[in-house]
């Protein structure tokens, strides 16, 4: 395993730290990235529309994947995440619509949405930097526990500990759907270099059971122990999970 560990003081350190790791990313022909949702990242998409406006960062080149989709939710819906990243960061920057991919939660069959997701991975692939939050349980992307490791994208069924946490974006937990596509974990190990992203108490159990224990299906974040470039990057609480591989304790003890 390759770990880097970073420990950010601040939100702001650690979405400008994400921000930067993105755009040096962004370097170079047909650079491919592959992007999350959920709270974690909303500071780093705020950063690159920064970098955007103030730096001239350029997305013209790129071409971006997200990670899932729920199925059910429109791309026009406030919850679905083609939503989301419209409008935390597509429509603020320079990219070409037509080279941002979401799985369409609209589709009539989630199990052909998920080959066909597949097949455009498989066709402008590889990632060459992928971003990844992590779940309470262990998940990325929506990779629940119990997902092996060489499963590609696939439609699944969401835990309820996931519908929970989720539920702070919608009505009630009712309408937070039950079923989502998204790219497997083969899809994410197969990316040149890979950024996990943690803020909170909430990630520590997950980030220790991750990256200090040994690889379990049982938590599917732990599957990066075994790829060659992983970046951690934490605040001090979501640090404390660490703590067995920093040199020095997250509060410097
Ligand atoms: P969060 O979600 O950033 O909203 O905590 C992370 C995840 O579930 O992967």
């Keep these: 395993m390759s770990l880097a560990i970073w420990v950010c003081e601040s939100d702001y350190d650690f979405d400008r730290v994400a921000a930067e790791w993105v755009a040096a990313h962004l370097e170079g022909p047909d650079p491919v990235l592959g992007l999350p949702t959920g709270g974690t990242p909303e500071g780093l998409y705020r950063e690159l529309v920064r970098m955007h406006r103030e730096e001239g960062l350029s997305f013209r080149s790129a071409r971006t994947f997200n990670l899932d989709e729920y199925v ?3 791309a026009d819906h406030a919850q679905s995440y083609a939503h989301y990243m419209r409008e935390r960061l597509f429509r603020h920057v320079d990219i070409d619509p ?7 939660g609209l589709c009539e069959d989630p199990d052909e949405e998920a080959r066909r997701y597949d097949a455009l991975l498989r066709e402008h692939g590889p990632i ?3 971003v ?9 992307g929506f990779n629940e526990p119990g997902t092996a490791f060489k499963t590609r994208t696939h439609t699944v069924q969401l835990t309820e500990e996931t519908r929970e946490a989720n539920a702070r974006f919608f009505e009630s937990i009712d309408e937070v759907p039950r079923l989502a596509v998204t790219m497997g974990i083969a899809n994410i190990l197969e990316s040149e270099a890979i950024l996990l992203m943690a803020k909170g108490s909430s990630k520590q159990e997950a980030l220790k059971r991750a990256f200090t224990d040994p690889p379990s299906i049982d938590v599917p974040a732990s599957a ?24 020095q304790g997250p509060d410097g003890s």
């Design 128 to 130: 060459r930097a992928q």
């Design 132 to 140: 990844l939050g992590i779940g309470s349980n262990g998940h990325i």
């Design 224 to 247: 990066l122990q075994t790829h060659a470039d992983v970046t951690v990057l934490v605040d001090r609480e979501a640090a404390v999970g660490l703590a067995a591989l920093l040199s």
């Design 98 to 104: 037509s080279r941002t991919h979401i799985p369409n």
């Design 72 to 74: 059910g939710l429109a």
